[in-house]
């Protein structure tokens, strides 16, 4: 006689969507169990199988990988409405998606700066200064001059503040621009 403890980890998939842009979820599980889909609201059934509630008709479909068979939700506009949590599930198995509205960077400033250029002297220590809300996921913000990165900020989320301190510009003659290449994505 076997007493076995087995413990199931379970991650969420996260994926990042634009609003209106079609959407595929691929249930992980190669069966030939038929898969239920449950969606936004609580985990509301969207399909058992290929069968898709009247419900959430109009919004998705299911196609099954004749390759390995594994089922996939398709939403073919994503609304506000049904974006968050799903899952999928043959029975036995469980896998989870969080689906988010993919939002750009905004209000992205760069202290002190007269358009994308940035004045200052050879041999003075210089402060750059940035602040960004970012977008959803977060994202990168970098600095550069002429081609070169001189500063790189990963994963910026809400309300970033980054600040270079101590760049000195050695290169050139005696007045450059410094060009700072604002990309936050």
């Keep these: 006689m076997c007493f076995c403890m087995f413990y199931l980890a379970l991650t969420k998939e ?6 209106g842009s079609k959407v595929k979820l691929v249930c992980p ?8 889909w449950f969606g936004p609201l609580k985990y509301t059934i969207y399909s058992v199988g290929t069968d898709v509630e009247p419900a959430v008709s109009t919004l998705v479909e299911i196609n099954k990988n004749t390759t390995d068979n594994k089922s996939i939700l ?3 506009r994503l609304i506000e409405s049904i974006r968050g949590e799903f899952k999928c599930s043959d ?15 905004s209000d992205l400033v760069i ?8 004045t200052s002297v050879q041999g003075r220590e210089h402060t750059l200064e940035c602040t960004v809300t970012s977008g959803q996921p977060g994202g990168n913000i970098t600095w550069s001059t002429d081609g070169a990165v001189v500063a790189k900020m990963n994963q910026v989320w809400l309300d970033t503040y980054l600040r270079l301190t101590d760049l000195t510009i050695e290169r050139y003659s005696n007045v450059q621009l410094l060009t700072v290449k604002k990309r936050a994505y």
């Design 14 to 19: 996260i994926i990042y969507k634009t609003l």
């Design 29 to 36: 599980f190669e069966t030939t169990r038929d898969i239920t």
């Design 74 to 76: 398709i939403i073919n």
């Design 91 to 105: 029975g036995v198995n469980e896998s989870e998606f969080n689906l988010l509205i993919k939002r750009n960077p």
């Design 111 to 118: 202290v002190n700066a007269t358009g994308d250029k940035i």
